[in-house]
């Protein structure tokens, strides 16, 4: 079956845009996980869903990022007014339990703010 | 903390020799321990991973080990091929939704 998608795979954008990162998760999964990764870095929590619930959302660094997944599949990663700290790939996750089971991830989108 | 920390850094062997990589973990709630592989511009691929009632697992030439008292783990690779060369990331679950906490990653190369 198909696995995690992402889109776009790469995302270029001028400091101070908006930017929209899309995940889409094998279907039928129940939890979906954001993590950002830095060069060279292992990946770094964000947030996570339980169907179109956000449950945590604790390693967003500002309020500057916000994410959705309101019908309990697709999701968005949100990130306003970028800044240069945000050049990163971002990945996106799914489960097909609520806690405890194997992640699976998508490709990730690699943002770079210029 | 959630630290997860992973030794050593880099890691080169001969072909036909066995690798092995270290992670240590802080929470002593966490219960779910995944290895994953990432290639250069690859998404990260789970490999092996082990929770809390198991002491050691394998499939194939890969295996891992836990030691929760010690409060790290170990990832085993045996007769490694060139295909094997690739960062390897241990990560450890953290909190009642299980969001993963990862090391830094090891670069594992295998020399012809």
């Known amino acids: 079956g198909a696995g995690v998608s992402q889109s776009p795979r790469y995302k270029v954008a001028k400091r101070g845009q908006d930017v929209a990162l899309r995940c889409d998760p094998i279907?039928?999964?129940?939890?979906l996980f954001w993590y950002q990764q830095a060069l060279g870095q292992g990946p770094e929590f964000l947030t996570y869903?339980?169907?179109?619930?956000?449950?945590?959302k604790s390693g967003l660094p500002s309020d500057r990022f916000f994410a959705e997944r309101p019908e309990g599949s697709v999701s968005t990663l949100k990130i306003q007014r970028t800044q240069q700290e945000d050049s990163a790939v971002y990945l996106c996750?799914?489960?097909?339990?609520?806690?405890?089971?194997?992640?699976?991830f998508g490709p990730g989108t690699r943002l770079t703010v210029t | 903390g959630e630290n997860v920390e992973q030794h050593p850094s880099t890691l080169s062997v001969q072909e036909g020799d066995s690798a092995v990589i270290k992670c240590t973990y802080s929470?002593?709630?966490?219960?779910?321990f995944p290895w994953y592989k990432q290639e250069l511009g690859k998404r990260p691929q789970l490999i092996i991973d082990?929770?809390?009632?198991?002491g050691e697992k394998k499939d194939q030439r890969i295996a891992v080990t836990l030691n929760k008292t010690a409060k790290h783990f170990s990832l085993h690779i045996t007769e490694t091929q060139p295909e094997d060369s690739a960062v390897y990331f241990c990560?450890?679950?953290?909190?009642?939704?299980?969001?993963?906490?990862f090391g830094k990653g090891n670069q594992v190369v295998v020399i012809p």
């Open positions: 279907s039928g999964h129940v939890s």
């Open positions: 869903f339980q169907n179109e619930a956000q449950l945590d």
């Open positions: 929470d002593s709630a966490s219960n779910y």
């Open positions: 990560a450890a679950s953290i909190g009642g939704n299980n969001r993963l906490a």
């Open positions: 082990i929770r809390s009632n198991v």
């Open positions: 996750a799914s489960s097909l339990d609520r806690g405890g089971g194997e992640q699976y």
